[in-house]
């Protein structure tokens, strides 16, 4: 079953507290990206990558990291999670740059306290 | 600068009524994308269409419809005859291919349809 992966799904953690949200996707896209949703502001693009080892920036970065080392896998990364970072993430894949339908992982949401 | 605006931030309908969800972007690029996304309650983003910046043509897919038009820079997405089932949040989205490749969406319009 063609599908994007995320765990954890749910995770509370404590300010300061380095953490890696996973993500996965089985059709072979060259394209993924992170997102935040929050309320009354949408989704907004954290961090993208076209392929392998090609990584930029979306509107809201600061506080995160991503790697790009396999096609499928693109995890997020906080070092130091702070409270304002409290969301629900979403990954999302497709076929290639962002002119494509994106398919989107289950979400995982994340309580910084 | 590019922005998808959705102003509406809530739209309550009765079942059975038309609903029209708005959508106005901003590029100064000449190509790109706009798309419509459906949340429902349990959370999950399914993709409902894409248009490309070349292509005015509007669409129909069932009870959903989608009016692009270039001039107003809009893009806006008709339900008829509403069902309890629309009930969810609707988020346009634009994508530009040029130096970058980002993913712009709107703040959404949550749709509630009554019973």
């Known amino acids: 079953e063609a599908q994007v992966t995320q765990n954890p799904r749910y995770l509370i953690t404590v300010t300061g507290k380095k953490l890696t949200v996973t993500c996965s996707q089985n059709m072979n896209h060259e394209y993924m990206s992170w997102y935040r949703q929050d309320p009354g502001l949408g989704l907004r693009q954290i961090y993208y990558s076209m392929n392998v080892e090609v990584t930029d920036k979306g509107d809201v970065p600061e506080g995160y990291k991503v790697s790009r080392k396999e096609k499928r896998n693109f995890p997020l990364i906080l070092e130091s999670p702070s409270p304002n970072q409290t969301s629900l993430y979403f990954c999302?894949?497709?076929?290639?740059?962002?002119?494509?339908?994106?398919?989107f992982g289950p979400g995982t949401r994340l309580t910084v306290l | 600068a590019q922005k998808v605006t959705q102003a509406q931030t809530e739209i309550s309908v009765v079942e059975k009524e038309d609903v029209t969800l708005d959508c106005v972007y901003e590029t100064r690029d000449t190509t790109y994308y706009l798309f419509w996304y459906k949340q429902p309650p349990s959370g999950e983003l399914v993709f409902l269409i894409r248009?490309?910046?070349?292509?005015?043509q509007n669409e129909i897919s069932g009870r959903y419809s989608w009016n692009f038009q270039k001039s107003t820079s809009s893009f806006n997405f008709t339900i008829t005859a509403s069902q309890v089932v629309d009930s969810a949040v609707y988020f346009c989205?634009?994508?530009?291919?040029?130096?970058?490749?980002?993913?712009?969406f709107g703040t959404g319009t949550r749709l509630k349809v009554l019973a």
């Open positions: 999302a894949s497709s076929l290639w740059q962002a002119n494509n339908e994106q398919f």
């Open positions: 989205a634009l994508s530009t291919t040029s130096g970058t490749y980002k993913y712009i």
């Open positions: 248009r490309n910046s070349f292509d005015e």
